[in-house]
């Protein structure tokens, strides 16, 4: 099975809103990665953990490594959030260079 | 914030040709990685490059596929011959160090639409 599972698989949200994605590990990870990959298709590099919470402007990642997931919270979401969220991670005890991607979450920001 | 620059953005190739997709790298990042997104998937990991070798590669990285940074220059992503089912959007990305190690990043570039017809 995928060793990354990534829930809901698709949100709508109203501009100003929030909520919170998350990512579930099926495997130890030493460390997660979130990005957003917008309509343009770049992806663009939202927080790298190790451990803890992380915060940048409206957004906050959480990486729990004891319970294998993390979550990426959204608040007073706006339209250009709108894109695929990815987390991903290099597996404990497999390469150091190769990062597991889960499927992603398709956020549709509506006005 | 660091950029990772692709040539090119798309590329229409004939089925059995050659191709080649290349990469500029964060200029002090010594990692480099190959990704594959067929069109509305999830990212697959192809290859990862260090001081001039192949350190890692998955079972998608077929034996018509080949990487090389001849001299420090663009770190290339050959095809010889593309097949139908080559079609994707091919990322480039780059690291300080590999993966595993605390506080390192992946940063990508905006990638490579490949189709083979």
């Known amino acids: 099975g995928d060793q990354v599972e990534q829930s809901p698989s698709a949100l709508s949200l109203h501009e100003g809103t929030g909520s919170a994605l998350r990512c579930n590990f099926t495997?130890?990870?030493?460390?997660v990665q979130w990005f957003q990959q917008n309509s343009r298709g770049s992806l663009i590099n939202l927080f790298y953990?190790?451990?803890g919470t992380k915060e940048n402007g409206r957004l906050k990642s959480t990486f729990n490594s004891k319970e294998s997931y993390s979550t990426l919270h959204i608040r007073d979401a706006q339209l250009e959030d709108s894109g695929t969220y990815f987390c991903a991670g290099p597996a404990s005890g497999g390469s150091n260079y190769k990062l597991t991607f889960g499927k992603g979450t398709l956020l549709t920001v509506t006005p | 914030g660091p950029k990772v620059l692709q040539i090119p953005s798309h590329q229409i190739i004939d089925m059995g040709q050659m191709v080649t997709l290349n990469c500029d790298p964060v200029s002090n990042h010594l990692y480099f990685y190959w990704y594959k997104q067929i069109l509305g998937q999830q990212m697959e990991f192809l290859v990862n490059f260090y001081n001039g070798k192949v350190m890692e590669k998955s079972k998608l990285f077929k034996d018509q596929f080949s990487v090389e940074r001849p001299d420090g220059s663009y770190f290339t992503l050959k095809i010889q011959p593309t097949a139908l089912e080559d079609s994707a959007v091919y990322f480039c990305?780059?690291?300080?160090?590999?993966?595993?190690?605390?506080?390192?990043?992946?940063?990508f570039g905006e990638g490579s639409r490949l189709i083979v017809v």
């Open positions: 495997t130890t990870m030493r460390a």
């Open positions: 990305a780059s690291s300080s160090s590999g993966t595993g190690v605390s506080g390192n990043t992946l940063y």
């Open positions: 953990l190790a451990s």
